[in-house]
């Protein structure tokens, strides 16, 4: 089935790659990938103002999780990924008419009382395409009857890449620092603090391989997701800026065997992305330790592959961290690939959901640390 790992880094370091995991017609896959997003309802939200809130996720094959958000008054229902990756909100906007945005729910300016537009331009490009528009400002929520983030800042595009259009979304919220927003737009997570949604600029982040119950929890971390110590871990900056959610880790293991895959004395950085399908890092990198993990084709170890270990930290905090087969292999019926890609050119390695599935993670932006524990 072909299926999209998704690397929504803005500017040279953003592209979107497909990845295959298994050999079918790529219009049955495009057609099964959008029937499994009609089959996964996600549940009815009804927000308390004394509550934080919660963002139900839908879980697309282990590939992508989307949610369904809200713009506008009344609300316009738009399924996006959200995305630790990238720090803007956008969606297709009702006078888009590329094949990128021709199977996007559109946005209609004009059916919201509490629209605002700009004539400010917004682009954000990636490395297999692009999105433009206008920003514009109006009501949104991170979930279909979720609170209200009063004049948010937003992306309408008006063109968007063919590459889009199978994807299966209508666009991305970026769920990163305020520092890697596009036209330096305040992110809706910040808003959501300065508004007094949530009491903290933090979010935890709860990934499962069933199609619901992965969550964003907004304001508060639910350490009930945890099944050993919450360990926090300072952003690292990256070309002397602190913009992604890099954290510092000084290897990998497989079964207890050390694998050559960071400097000895410096280690390697790894991005926190939600937005990315897999483990991703330099192609030789990657091949040791696929070559390590011994993923059969045939799923013949699936449950009882050798165990993956990443060393998170530095001298200040460490902690180990450890995917089993199940969850580092993509299974497609009787077919199964790693969870594990390489990308020529990459600055650092991606730590998507092949390994958030494993912890739960937490976001701590006022403090500027990720915490990370294992899933109970």
């Not at 800026?241 to 790894?270: K, P, R």
């Not at 990198?285 to 699936?302: E, G, P, Y």
Request: charged residues 15%.
């Amino acid at each position: 089935m072909k299926l999209w790992l998704l690397l929504l880094l803005p500017a040279v370091f953003a592209l979107r790659v497909p990845v295959r995991r298994r050999p079918l017609d790529p219009v049955y896959a495009k057609q099964r990938f959008r029937d499994l997003q009609q089959q996964v309802p996600l549940p009815a939200r009804s927000w308390n103002p004394q509550d934080n809130p919660i963002d139900h996720l839908r879980n697309i094959e282990d590939v992508e999780y989307l949610a369904d958000v809200t713009i506008g008054t009344p609300g316009q229902t738009f399924t996006v990924v959200m995305d630790t990756g990238s720090s803007n909100l956008w969606v297709s906007g009702s006078q888009c008419t590329d094949v990128g945005c021709s199977k996007m729910h559109k946005f209609y300016a004009s059916k919201s009382s509490t629209y605002v537009g700009t004539n400010t331009p917004f682009a954000i490009q990636y490395g297999t395409g692009s999105c433009s528009g206008k920003l514009a400002n109006d009501t949104v929520s991170p979930s279909v009857g979720g609170p209200s983030i009063l004049s948010q800042t937003f992306g309408v595009a008006t063109t968007v890449a063919a590459f889009f259009k199978d994807a299966g979304v209508d666009g991305i919220w970026g769920l990163g620092l305020k520092a890697l927003a596009i036209d330096h737009v305040a992110p809706p997570l910040d808003n959501m603090a300065y508004q007094s949604i949530i009491s903290k600029r933090l979010f935890g982040v709860y990934l499962n391989s069933k199609p619901t119950g992965s969550e964003i929890h907004f304001g508060f971390a639910d350490t009930s997701k945890c099944s050993g110590r919450m360990t926090y871990f300072k952003y690292q900056p990256y070309l002397f800026t602190t913009a992604y959610y890099l954290v510092h880790f000084s290897g990998m293991s497989v079964d207890g065997q050390s694998i050559d895959v960071c400097n000895s004395i410096l280690g390697c950085e790894g991005l926190l992305d939600t937005g990315t399908s897999l483990i991703v890092g330099p192609p030789a990198k990657i091949s040791s330790l696929i070559s390590a993990l011994n993923i059969t084709s045939d799923c013949s170890n699936f449950d009882n592959g050798p165990t993956l270990t990443i060393h998170v930290g530095g001298t200040r905090a460490q902690a180990t961290y450890s995917i089993p087969s199940n969850v580092y292999t993509l299974k497609d019926g009787n077919q199964c690939a790693p969870g594990l890609q390489g990308m020529q050119g990459a600055p650092f390695f991606i730590l998507g959901d092949t390994f958030l599935r494993t912890v739960y993670a937490v976001f701590d932006n006022d403090n500027m640390q990720a915490g990370l524990c294992p899933q109970a």
